[in-house]
């Protein structure tokens, strides 16, 4: 690495873990706030001033959207372990090679994206099972996301980039900003310009575009080592054969799993607009909940991946061991918290009656289980870093999707059809998926990595 220029990079192969695993994991963290509260402030503008269908609407169109930005983001994961590698070893060229690969992807993908998820947007708001009440409003919203979408992953496998080689705080930088851009945008649109849920959409994609365009300069003019040049942006097949080996199982997990969370919220919709307000809400709270394992995780990720590239087994290893304590305890404090002021933290985006009701029982119901997904999100984390990508999706997608939808099938046809029993569904995987991955994890540690 004496070779390499460094500025806003940050070797993870050496120092203190707990600092290095810190340093990078809040900042990503604090981004991955901002970055959700895109959606968020679309809920609690549209919850507060047009009323609980158009909340339950983009709420539930939140599944929709999920499937596409997560398995694109397993594409990421990829190219987040090879580029970490080739910068933990110090193989400048191959690095560039890797960068200027991935984000060539990305250009068409996204465009891809764009072209499938506005044609596919009824279909799938019927295959939900839909109400009418809240269609129309759902076909709105997720018509104008879809047409901005490659903002968002354009920003996304660009943060990922610079990820990939320590940098999370410029990232953090221009989420602040967009975020900042989006909550006037939206109280523009649609409390100036009443353009309702439409209102909403549009100031979310124009925020969107704005973060990529940021990142894209940022990638092109700095003096770093991950700087991209237009005139190389080509697809390296070798590269690219190595970042689908290990991020299509992670991101055909995550679209598979999407797809099973978007037949829980047809199990939801069954019980009309006020449970699905309810459970939305709980399902934005649940994914705040989430950040911290997710942005610790990602660390877990990226500093496997560097040492694993610089031949350090046991520096790696015990990463894994520190991002597991980490990701637990802070899961357990926000647990115990939001547990205790549920009511209130529903109230944040709608103070109706049956909407604050249900929503603080799915919350209470499912929080401390989420406890079992911080060890989940880590192990399989650090199974990518070293490249072993296809266990964590066989154990996820058994866990999340077979065991979960066996769950819901059995329990809703054949003894309780209840929102709490359909809610319930999420622990029922967690925890599945915790015992099967704890097992598979320590006996592949003692027999292979040792």
């Known amino acids: 690495m004496s070779q390499m220029k460094k500025t806003t990079s940050v070797n993870m192969t050496e120092g203190s873990i707990v600092r290095r695993v810190l340093l990078f994991s809040l900042p990503l963290m604090l981004g991955n706030v901002f970055q959700m509260l895109y959606n968020t402030v679309d809920m609690v503008v549209v ?15 939140a599944m929709v959207t999920n499937m596409a930005v997560f398995f694109f983001n397993g594409f990421s994961v990829g190219a987040s372990v090879v580029i970490a590698r080739h910068f933990g070893a110090g193989h400048k060229k191959r690095l560039h090679t890797a960068i200027e690969t991935t984000m060539a992807a990305t250009f068409v993908i996204a465009a891809v994206f764009t072209v499938f998820g506005v044609a596919g947007v009824r279909p799938m708001l019927r295959f939900m099972a839909t109400p009418a009440d809240v269609f129309d409003d759902g076909t709105t919203y997720l018509r104008i996301y879809f047409l901005g979408v490659s903002g968002l992953l354009i920003y996304n496998m660009g943060s ?79 590269i690219l054969s190595n970042i689908v080996e290990i991020g299509l199982p992670a991101g055909f997990q995550s679209i598979i799993t999407s797809l099973s969370n978007v037949f829980v919220q047809s199990y939801i919709n069954y019980f009309g607009s006020d449970v699905m307000a309810g459970w939305s809400t709980y399902n934005k709270l649940d994914q705040f909940i989430m950040l911290p394992m997710q942005s610790i995780a990602l660390a877990a990720t990226t500093f496997v991946s560097q040492n694993i590239g610089a031949g350090n087994e046991e520096r790696a290893e015990e990463g894994t061991r520190i991002t597991i304590l980490l990701t637990v305890g802070i899961t357990s404090v926000i647990a115990f918290l939001l547990f205790l002021f549920a009511p209130y933290s529903i109230e944040l985006f709608s103070r109706e009656q049956a909407v604050v009701m249900y929503g603080t029982l799915f919350l ?52 309780m059809n209840t929102p709490r029993v359909v809610g319930f569904g999420y622990p029922v995987g967690w925890v599945t998926c915790c015992i099967i991955e704890l097992t598979y994890y320590f006996r592949r540690w003692k027999t292979h990595y040792r």
């Open 47 to 61: 919850g507060n001033f047009v009323g609980k269908e158009a909340l339950a609407a983009v709420g539930s169109t």
């Open 160 to 238: 990922g980039v610079l990820r990939s080689v320590g940098d999370t705080k410029r990232p953090l930088y221009f989420l602040i900003l967009t975020s900042i851009l989006n909550i006037i945008l939206d109280l523009l649109f649609v409390l100036v310009f009443h353009l309702g849920i439409a209102g909403a959409a549009y100031a979310t994609i124009l925020s969107q575009f704005v973060s990529a365009g940021l990142i894209l300069v940022l990638l092109t003019t700095t003096d770093d080592i991950y700087r991209m040049t237009w005139h190389d942006l080509k697809i390296d097949s070798e």
């Open 364 to 415: 209470r119901t499912n929080v401390f289980f989420l406890i079992a997904n911080a060890i989940n999100h880590v192990l399989a984390a650090s199974l990518r870093g070293r490249g072993d990508s296809r266990a964590p999706m066989f154990i996820m997608l058994f866990s999340f999707v077979l065991v979960r939808q066996v769950y819901l099938f059995v329990m809703t046809r054949f003894i």
